[in-house]
């Protein structure tokens, strides 16, 4: 029996585990059918002209929520704003004294206090983001009943929909604490995963639709295919790639004899801050496209000619700054165009800053040499103190420009392929998600190899 097979047969075997995994499965399953119960009132037909014809930002949201924002179901905020809820109270607590202090020697306790301010600020951010995708249906005509500015402002429909949105929110943010607590692995990293896989299907039918009626050729979608294989390989290989710095700990005096300290290692991981970089930069791209979607309703902004003169009286005039607002997102838009040399250019560095800033709150090199030198231990060459601080800080640099140079290839690789290859049956689903994929698929591996130990080992002290 190989090695795969023996695994299998180990977790269904093993007691309590088989009960985790149809716990974790369960509610997947719950939270997908939660994205199909589409909410009432709104235009199917227009709400599929919204998020069709290549619209980018649509696809790239739709992807996290499992296509529960293209169907606009009780689940479509997703567990984006758990997640963005997260990534805030994370930097904050490296950033605010007081939180870091919590964190670190709260303890317990400290860990469920910030666990509930993180629960507070994700309704905080779901609140806002489901105003926002309210008025984006309306804007939008959208709206049932409220198309063409009929049927005035439609305030029962804003009401009923914002609080069903939140507690859909609230809903998908107690499941991934459940399965965090009673299932195996990350809960909210699941749910991404199963929300990007969920997608797949309607990606590989919409490709051989393509194939069918000839728009894409079979060489193509090889070399699509091909390119998706090749990235997902290069993500494996750097995730779990790491620059092991040898740590020696001090000579120990046993009786009359001196014994050697033994040496470890400090793992420098080459990609330090995951798919967080590629998210920021994302975020900050995507910007733009949101506000144009917040003033015209979703469309592309038509904006009529503006006068530019500064100092004139006309240009201060109501009207002609709002067309010089729209002018100049209608300008951005056009630079930062999905496969416009500007997006890529200014895409690639913000992703290369944020790994650095990134990798700068998760490791401190001069915390990190003050420890080793205050437990007796050393790097080998190197003077505990400044020295080591220095030294680490170096290796830090240059392994995370390795890092960064990486994300930024990957992160634009997608869109070339897809530029070249003209096949956009899959667009939406990006490095990003690729990343998330391989990070969640080898972080439940090793949550189940762990699982799998610590039950043998229970075994064996009966």
Request: zero cysteines; charged letters at 10%.
């Amino acid at each position: 029996m190989n090695r795969p097979s023996q695994t299998l047969v180990a977790l269904w075997e093993t007691p309590g585990l088989k009960e985790k995994i149809f716990f974790t499965l369960a509610i997947l399953g719950l939270y997908r059918f939660g994205a199909h119960v589409p909410m009432p009132g709104i235009d199917q037909m227009r709400l599929e002209a919204l998020f069709g014809g290549g619209n980018s930002l649509g696809a790239f949201f739709d992807l996290f929520s499992g296509g529960a924002l293209a169907k606009f179901s009780v689940f479509a905020l997703g567990v984006t704003p758990y997640i963005n809820a997260s990534i805030i109270m994370q930097l904050m607590t490296q950033v605010i004294p007081k939180l870091e202090e919590l964190q670190k020697e709260g303890g317990e306790a400290g860990r469920k206090k910030i666990q509930q301010w993180t629960r507070y600020l994700t309704i905080v951010l779901g609140l806002v983001q489901a105003v926002t995708l309210v008025n984006w249906m309306w804007a939008s005509n959208a709206v049932l009943g409220f198309q063409n500015g009929q049927g005035g402002f439609p305030l029962m429909f804003f009401v009923t929909t914002s609080v069903t949105l939140i507690a859909g929110t609230i809903l998908i943010m107690w499941m991934g604490e459940l399965i965090t607590e009673r299932g195996i692995g990350n809960g909210a990293s699941l749910l991404i995963m199963a929300s990007i896989l969920s997608r797949l299907p309607d990606y590989f039918a919409q490709t051989a639709e393509g194939v069918t009626t000839g728009a894409y050729s079979w060489l193509s979608v090889l070399v699509l295919v091909a390119s998706f294989l090749a990235i997902l390989v290069a993500i494996i290989v750097v995730q779990e790639g790491a620059r092991r710095v040898p740590v020696q700990a001090a000579k120990r005096q046993v009786g009359e004899r001196l014994l050697q300290g033994k040496v470890s290692y400090i793992p420098f991981k080459v990609n330090q801050g995951g798919v967080m970089p590629i998210i920021f930069a994302s975020s900050l791209m995507l910007f733009p496209i949101t506000v144009a979607s917040w003033v015209n309703g979703g469309q592309a902004p038509k904006a009529a000619a503006a006068d530019w003169h500064v100092l004139t009286a006309t240009f201060w005039n109501l009207a002609n700054l709002k067309a010089a607002f729209l002018q100049a997102i209608q300008f951005v838009l056009t630079q930062l165009g999905t496969f416009g040399a500007v997006y890529a250019v200014v895409y690639f560095l913000l992703i290369v800053f944020f790994s650095y800033f990134y990798a700068g709150l998760v490791l401190n090199p001069a915390e990190l040499a003050n420890n080793l030198m205050k437990h007796g231990n050393f790097i080998p060459g190197v003077r505990p103190g400044r020295e080591s601080a220095e030294y680490l800080e170096g290796v830090l640099n240059r392994i995370t420009f390795l890092g960064a140079i990486f994300l930024g290839v990957v992160a634009l690789l997608p869109n070339w392929v897809e530029d070249a290859t003209k096949i956009t049956s899959f667009r939406g689903l990006g490095s990003t998600a690729l990343l998330i994929m391989v990070g969640v698929a080898v972080d439940l591996f090793n949550q189940l190899q762990t699982q799998l130990l610590s039950r043998r080992y229970e075994g064996f002290m009966e």
